[in-house]
């Protein structure tokens, strides 16, 4: 499980935010992770408990917003989902599609009291 490492750092990057910043008091921590990340929401969300014990971050809430993974075709430019379709356009069914979202994976958001 990867998530773990990645939620340390998280979490660390916050709390730098945060001392620079004057943020005594962060109240909900919101990610923003493409449908298509390797990193999974919930195993973020299992051990967001763990990392954040005895951190700023501590009691904190924490929000997954996940990103749909959407692509363009290249032949007509139409834009949809790649899981629901199975990266083939539903209008002219060309392979192949250009990605536009899908792998993110950042802080979108802290939110402070
Ligand atoms: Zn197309």
Redesign the pocket.
């Known amino acids: 499980m990867h998530e773990m490492g990645i939620v340390i750092k998280v979490v660390k990057t916050v709390e730098d935010f945060a001392r620079n910043n004057g943020v005594t008091r962060i109240d909900t921590l919101v990610l923003q992770i493409g449908a298509l990340s390797p990193v999974i929401p919930r195993y973020v969300e299992s051990c967001y408990p763990m990392v954040v014990k005895n951190t700023r971050l501590e009691d904190t809430r924490l929000q997954i917003d996940v990103l749909p993974a959407m692509a363009r075709?290249r032949?007509?430019r139409?834009v949809f989902d790649v899981l629901e379709h199975k990266s083939s356009?539903p209008?002219?069914h060309?392979g192949n599609p250009e990605m536009i979202s899908g792998n993110e994976f950042m802080i979108k958001e802290i939110v402070a009291f």
């Open positions: 075709c032949a007509c139409e356009c209008v002219c060309s």
